[in-house]
């Protein structure tokens, strides 16, 4: 066992687990924030995807160990970030998926709702293409595409995110 003191969603939290664990392994499973799923385990699907100083970063391939010195932030993170900042209501990229029905199982979700979230930082203002490229990470099974797409298209146009 070693003691991991990371930075997640703005808190300092230290945590016991096995050296070898991913940092989806200590997430879900120590600290308890389910939202970034277990999917492949193999970096295929971007269900685990948390944003790692603000960049999208597949948490299945990234050892606990490695990230003790990035802020991490997993999708429970947005709505307190949002309203810490002085906004109300959802956070608008989480608000633009459910207006625009982009959810059916929901288990792609949180990947698609973080990689658009770190574009949209990045970029507030972006291309089709660059939207399409900031998503092809993260795959649905449930061919919810148009729906995500759409949904990324309405948070760019909203409030800045």
């Known amino acids: ?19 070898h664990w991913t940092l989806l392994e200590v ?19 971007g269900a685990c995807t948390v944003l790692l100083d603000g960049v999208p970063t597949l948490a299945c391939l990234s ?3 490695t990230v003790e010195t990035s802020a991490i932030t997993t999708i429970e993170g947005l709505l307190p970030a949002h309203r810490a900042n002085g906004g109300e209501g959802a956070d608008p990229v989480q608000d633009a998926f459910d207006r625009c029905g982009a ?13 658009a979230k770190a574009l949209l930082a ?10 399409k490229q900031s998503l092809s990470g993260n795959l649905c099974r449930c061919t919810g595409y148009t729906q995500i797409y759409e949904a990324v298209v309405l948070a760019a146009k909203g409030e800045q995110v």
Not at 5 to 18: H, I, K, S, Y
Not at 29 to 45: A, R, V
């Open 1 to 19: 066992m070693r003691v991991f003191r990371l930075q997640v969603n703005g808190d300092t939290v230290e945590v016991a687990a096995p050296e």
């Open 27 to 45: 997430l879900r499973y120590k600290i308890g924030l389910t939202g970034s799923k277990q999917g492949c385990d193999k970096g295929d699907c």
């Open 63 to 65: 050892l606990a160990a």
């Open 103 to 115: 959810l059916q199982c929901g288990f792609c979700q949180p990947g698609m709702i973080l990689s």
């Open 122 to 131: 990045k970029n507030p203002n972006p291309t089709s293409q660059e939207i």
